[in-house]
Structure formats: structure tokens, C-alpha cells
């Protein structure tokens, strides 16, 4: 049964849950998914289910087909003598021989490289390439190599140079993940995400509110691949904001009915499904947007009619600097009755069973590691919600099991929490 790697975001944790949560919906395709530093590996009976999987997740940034993996003691023993050693192995100089074209190859370092500098890790890629150009050379086949951009700190080959030099149609991308530790993987590079699709939805779309705040539709998918079961076909955001998950949600297949309580919000959305709709007109009549307070859902749609609940309500106000114990209190007075009350009338409104994926923030604090977080853990469950841990298979916990997505300096990250009503 072949192996395939997923190369998880920059958010590996909430990455590696979204592939849980589609799995099921796929029949358990994917068998004994088992998880690398920024990988999950796994295998699969069905080549075309993989892919289908690939194309639904927002956090999953490549889909590679592992074709060799070598044992070996640690950093000291990776050189590009082994590396050039383990594509001969698997034979993949035969397949850049037999190319129509000129053979054309790239380099993609995956995996724990904390160990090393960027620096190094680029020498090594780059000797690599060098050792495989002079081995096809001797056998009288010429070709070029695509290397990641040495000014860059990342290892890997961007989606544009992968698409550019059309290394999937007519060469190969060869990717190597390393754990770190002793086990070392070659793999060949299937699909890459869909990242300009992703980028127009996010930049290109007619209106954004930087100022309410915008969820990049990556996560607006990650978000729904959480929620979704079997079951699920009309998702609900009461916090619709510029409509990211509605959209989203509809691209996945889905009713999608937002609220807010901003007219300027309601009518971005209009206009952002409109932009939608003219791009793909068979999401017509998916998206419907409402003025209305997530706090009186409960008058503005019938009980119990979606099945499931994605949203990100109100952050609190900006925020550039962690914030002292006082300001951390003054938001979270502000923030935690909002949700709760929100959080009740959104049980009323979706079907019993239903899955409910919410964000609240969590600040960064003055002279602190530790995040500032919201106390509603006891409000969610007398409210009669089970909160669900992804890594266990969804099941009901007692602990905090949340995934965080953030940046690099963000002072707000976002906490997602996995409810069932
Ligand atoms: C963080 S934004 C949502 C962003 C949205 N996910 C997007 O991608 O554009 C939160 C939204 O909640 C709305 N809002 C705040 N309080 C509300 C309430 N009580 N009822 C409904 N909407 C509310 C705000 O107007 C704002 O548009």
C-alpha cells in the first residue's frame, strides 16, 4: 500500500487536526495517520482519494508519495552523499532520464531543520543538486534544477517556482523530510496547495475590514473541515463579518447563513458573494446573509435548523502590545458574557449532535510566557456543549483541548474550540 506525507502549515497542530477530522468523512482512507514535526504520514489503498482529501484541507500545504526512507544516526550522517545515494536508490535519475524535455528537477527540505541554519541547509540541498546534475551528466543527460531562494530562510521551494518551472507536469520535485533524529524521507511531490486561489479569496476579494478583523480563508477551512461530519450539509456564523468562512462553506459544498449585527458587515458579504458568484455561478442561491444580533438568534431563524456552527465572533478591540493584568480583565468582562450568551443561542439553532467550531482570543501578557485566556470552560458546559479533543478521535474531554492559530509577534491568537450541542 503506497505512503503518502502531508506537509502540515505553520500551524502543524490545527493542520494535523483538520486531516483527522476529513478522514472519517472519507471512509478512514487514510490509514493510521501518524504524525512528523510538520508532517503526518499515512498510507492509502485509494491514489484518487487522496488527492480528493488533499483538495478539501486549507492546511495542508503539499501532498508528496514517499518513495524511500533511511535510517540513519542523526544530523552528523545527513550529507549530500547520502541524499544523492537515497535518489539513486529509488531510482528517480531513471525517471529524469526518460523525461521528453530537458530533465528538470527541485530540491525541498521538509521537517525539523531547527537544528541547522538556513544556511547550511541550502549548501546541502545545493550539493545535492550538483552531485545528482554531474551523475545524469555521465550518462549523457542534461538537465537544470530549481533550488529554494537562498535569501529566504525557508527551505522549500514556494508553490509559484514548483508551478513556474512546472516541476509536477514535467519534472519532479524531490522532498526530503528529516525528523531529526534517525529517520530520513524521500518523497515526490503529487499536488501542491492551491495557493493562489486561497490568496485571491483573501486579497482579491472586493471588501475586507482589516479593523473587525479578517480570517484568512485558509482557516475559514480548517474551521469547517472541524465542524463537517457526514451529516453536514448548512453551516451557521452568526459573526459573519465580510462573509470569509460563508464563502468558504459554500466552496465546500454547503448552505452557509451568516449574521451581523453591522450593516456595513452584511452588505460586504453581499457584495463578496456576488463577487463569488460571479466567479463560480453554480454557488448561486448557497449563501444568504442577514442583519441580525448572535445574541437573539433565537428570533431570527427556526430552532434547530443548521447542523453545524463555524464562526469568529468579536476579538475585543485592537491590540498591538501584551496587555497588563488590568487591560486582560477589562477584555475579558467585555468578551466572556458576549460568548456565552452567543454560544447559548447557537445551541438553540442547530441540531442536537451538531458541531460547534468557535474562536476566542488568547492575549499575550506583559512579563509573562503564558497567554492570557478567557474563563468560560465551565459556562460551555453548563450550557450543555461537550467540548471534543481532536487528537482523540473527537471524542467528549474534560480538559481544554484547543488548537491556537497564530503568527509570528501577533499579540491576539486565536483559541479554537471543537463543541458538539
Ligand atoms: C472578527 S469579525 C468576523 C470576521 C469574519 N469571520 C470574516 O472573515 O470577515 C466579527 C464580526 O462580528 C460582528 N458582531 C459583533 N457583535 C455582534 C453581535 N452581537 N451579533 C452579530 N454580529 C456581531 C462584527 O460586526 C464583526 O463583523
Redesign the pocket.
Given at each position: 500500500m503506497p505512503t503518502y506525507l502531508f506537509q502540515l502549515g505553520h500551524c502543524p497542530d490545527l493542520s494535523h487536526a483538520e486531516i483527522l477530522g476529513v478522514n472519517p468523512r472519507f471512509g478512514g482512507a487514510l490509514h493510521s495517520p501518524q504524525r512528523l514535526p510538520n508532517a503526518v504520514i499515512c498510507k492509502t489503498d485509494s491514489e484518487e482519494t487522496i488527492h480528493h482529501i488533499f483538495n478539501e484541507l486549507g492546511g495542508a500545504i503539499r501532498l508528496c508519495e514517499v518513495i524511500h526512507t533511511l535510517k540513519i544516526e542523526g544530523w552528523n550522517s545527513v550529507s549530500s552523499d547520502i541524499l544523492v545515494e537515497s535518489i539513486l536508490a529509488a531510482k528517480l535519475d531513471s525517471i529524469l532520464m526518460s523525461s521528453e524535455h530537458r530533465a528538470i528537477f527541485g530540491l525541498t527540505f521538509l521537517g525539523d531543520s531547527s537544528a541547522q541554519s538556513p544556511r547550511k541547509l541550502h549548501n546541502l540541498l545545493h550539493e545535492t543538486a550538483v552531485g545528482l546534475k554531474n551523475h545524469l551528466r555521465e550518462k549523457e543527460c542534461s538537465c537544470r534544477f530549481v533550488l529554494p531562494d537562498p535569501n529566504e530562510k525557508r527551505v522549500e521551494l514556494s508553490g509559484a517556482q514548483v508551478d513556474k518551472n512546472n516541476l509536477l507536469e514535467k519534472g519532479l520535485e524531490i522532498v526530503f523530510h528529516f525528523d531529526g533524529q534517525q529517520t530520513l524521507i524521500l518523497g515526490l511531490t503529487k499536488r501542491i496547495q492551491a495557493y493562489e486561489e486561497f490568496s485571491q479569496r483573501d486579497y482579491g476579494r472586493p471588501q475586507?475590514?482589516a479593523r473587525?478583523?479578517?480570517?484568512p480563508p485558509k482557516l475559514?477551512r480548517m474551521m469547517i473541515n472541524l465542524a463537517r461530519t457526514d451529516e453536514t450539509k448548512t453551516i451557521l456564523?452568526?459573526?459573519?463579518?465580510?462573509?470569509?468562512?460563508l464563502m468558504e462553506a459554500s466552496l465546500a459544498g454547503l448552505g452557509a447563513t451568516g449574521?451581523?449585527?453591522?450593516e456595513k458587515?452584511v452588505n460586504?458579504?453581499l457584495e463578496n458573494r456576488k463577487w463569488l458568484e460571479n466567479r463560480f455561478p453554480d454557488l448561486h442561491n448557497k449563501i444568504r446573509v442577514f442583519h441580525?444580533?448572535?445574541?437573539s438568534l433565537h428570533s431570527l431563524c427556526e430552532p434547530l435548523y443548521f447542523d453545524a456552527c463555524v464562526?469568529?465572533?468579536?476579538?475585543g478591540p485592537p491590540v498591538t502590545q501584551p496587555l497588563n493584568e488590568t487591560q486582560f480583565e477589562k477584555i475579558s468582562h467585555q468578551l466572556e458574557p458576549?460568548y456565552i450568551r452567543?454560544l447559548g443561542e447557537i445551541r438553540a439553532a442547530i441540531k442536537p449532535g451538531g458541531r460547534v467550531v468557535f474562536i476566542t482570543p488568547r492575549f499575550r501578557l506583559q512579563d509573562s510566557t503564558q497567554t492570557g485566556v478567557l474563563s468560560i470552560l465551565r459556562e460551555i458546559k453548563l450550557l450543555g456543549y461537550t467540548i471534543l479533543d481532536p487528537f482523540a478521535e473527537f471524542q467528549s474531554t474534560d480538559r481544554r483541548a484547543t488548537l491556537i492559530y497564530e503568527r509570528p509577534k501577533q499579540v491576539v491568537l486565536r483559541e479554537i474550540f471543537v463543541l458538539k450541542s
Open positions: 475586507r475590514d473587525s478583523g479578517m480570517l475559514a456564523d452568526p459573526f459573519c463579518g465580510s462573509g470569509g468562512i449574521f451581523d449585527n453591522s458587515a460586504d458579504s441580525g444580533d448572535a445574541c464562526t469568529e465572533p468579536y476579538l458576549l452567543a
